[in-house]
């Protein structure tokens, strides 16, 4: 069974920075669409950023220059590196997957990490 499972969240000040990870276990991450996710309190989940079997990488525009989405297959890991966090960068964020072989872009993602809080103070 497929499981992804996240660390790396906490609390920082406006302009910090923090690293999120989502370790896959029962698979593996290649041949995979990988995604960040974010919902804060009182608003919907939006994508954060996507990451394909290519590589390629796509953001949403509140994040992209800030944000970096990588994977490294060997461990089977994905990270988020947050920089120049703001107050509303606030949420908690999900990883998610897609079944192997399958692309980005519009659709449903199959798994789902428990979630990790990120809270940035001004």
């Known amino acids: 069974q497929v499981q992804l499972v996240e660390s790396g969240g906490g609390s920082v000040q406006s302009g910090g920075s923090l690293r999120l990870s989502c370790a896959i276990s029962g698979s593996t991450y290649s041949g995979r669409c990988m995604a960040w996710f974010r919902q804060a309190p009182g608003r919907e989940r939006e994508g954060v950023a996507t990451i394909d079997r290519a590589g390629y990488t796509t953001y949403a525009d509140s994040v992209k220059g800030r944000f970096t989405i990588a994977r490294d297959n060997a461990k089977n890991t994905m990270y988020l590196q947050m920089n120049s966090l703001k107050p509303d960068d606030t949420a908690l964020y999900y990883c998610?997957?897609?079944?192997?072989?399958?692309?980005?872009?519009?659709?449903?993602?199959?798994?789902w990490g428990q979630g990790n809080q990120v809270t940035v103070s001004s």
């Open positions: 998610a997957a897609r079944p192997p072989y399958t692309n980005c872009g519009p659709g449903v993602y199959t798994y």
